[in-house]
């Protein structure tokens, strides 16, 4: 387990200044997450059109360097996606965290990969998946109305 | 005092963490259990164990009597004036859910009061809650100010005549701030109101005298005694026991049973409804010992002293900023660092074999009223010394060197 694995330059440089954090304009969807157990918050709101594609997302919240870059990340990378696609995306991401899987992904450039795979060390602390997956699960309950709170913890 | 030898009745100090020694800073948590604890739950299930108060068979016999022998020692730890007053749980969270169910059941009605603080763990706040919600209870938080201290007027002018119960911690588990509780229960006093008061943080660190210190109900969780999980301590003065109806229901807790009638037998019986961690209860009477062989005013000063340090390095390290301030603290210093999340400290500490805990320590309240939503904490216990400190202020000057800070 190494440490530089898990705090990467990326990881740090979006935690420390996480892109798309605000309210973005128009958003039709948007959903909450907690961890309960520290406290961490996401906010998500999306603005997704009728071709079902995310024209924009952001995020507010509050959490480790670890919520809030995967936050940061996956805000970067889904813009722009087809749901179907971004949901694929966030399919593989957690297959990564989860199981060790490589995300593949053909439809993210190399720079978006490189970005993504950034995350990949924290599958070594078991603890702290969670803070990564949060955002990820938030933004599927925002694009599919489901207005349950996302909770870590059930 | 040798704490290095204290420190080697301890079991779990001979493994490593990532391949460094254990500086185990996480004992509000959960205290480590010396070995003759450990020995004495072994022993009792290789040679000793039946299930107490129930067969006729010689080993129920002596598994009561150690059962019942441990419930002497609390008695005289805590100088209760009654073996009586003494209720087994299985934590303190128990315990106050068991006050706040019988007492609430008989002595609270709608818009009836119950004082806690803006310092209480979520377990001397959620039960009251569930009165709140169940018979209409209003529930008021004595204001905590910038230093954590909880002033004897903020509770004096909480009180009205519609006050039926005050419920304080003895030590927050954030801040560490000591709550003056011969002040509070004397205020109480002169207004008949009961007092409750969350033991879990004063227990294993302060000397406890029931009968000096006069309260109506004292909890405490023996896990954070070096003791074994499971088993928790309801202290309540005879008084209330005799008068409180029983909490659950089940075997062991029955006078006599008939088709249209139930009735009860006196306090603990009363209260203590089905099995009970037999060996637990047993392992325990070993920590009650071993805290007495060390003696627990001596288990305050080596504590009061390990703290100071604590306090002290902390303080000059700039990055640091520590929750609270109070005039009269336990062996707990929580703390930020400026750019760093608590859960990345404690994940980088865990590295160098330190561990903390990190979030909101069932203190939500708290947190909001302090302005952070997360703290890092390091609580100290017996086997604690200098040099753990001192690894760890290394290991948050490398949480600030990864950071870049
Ligand atoms: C002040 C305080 N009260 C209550 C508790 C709850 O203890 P337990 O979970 O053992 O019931 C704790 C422990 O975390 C505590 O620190």
Redesign the pocket.
Known sequence: MDLKELYQEIILDHGKNPRNKKKCDGFNKDAKGNNPLCGDKVHVFLKLNDEKQVEDISFEGEGCAISIASASIMTEIIKGKDFNVAKKILENFINMLKEGSKPSINSLSDNENTTIMSLSGVKQFPMRVKCATLAWHTFLHAAEDNKKVVNTEK | MDIKEIKSKFPIFTNKVKGKKLVYLDS??SSQKPKAVIDRISNFYSKEFSNVGRSMHSLAVTATNRFEETRDLIKNFINAKFREEIIFTK????GINLIAATYGEKFIQDKDEIIITELE?H??YVPWHFLRKRKGAVIKFAECDKHGEVSIDSIKKLITSKTKLIAV?HV??VTGTILPLSKIIDLAKTKKIPVLI?G??GAPHIKLDMQKLDCDFYVM?C??MYGPTGV?ILYAKKKWLDELPPYQGGGGMIDEVKKDEISFPESPTKFEAGTLQTAEIVGFAESIRFIENIGIKNITQHEKEITEYGLEKLKKNNSVSIIGDPKERGAIISFTIKGIHPHDIATILDDDGVAIRAGHH?CQILHEKMGVPATARASLGIYNSKEDIDILNESINKCNKIFNN
């Open positions: 509000a948590n934590n303190a969270t128990e763990h377990a001397n911690t927050s588990n969350d879990c943080q969780s896990h954070k928790g069932c």
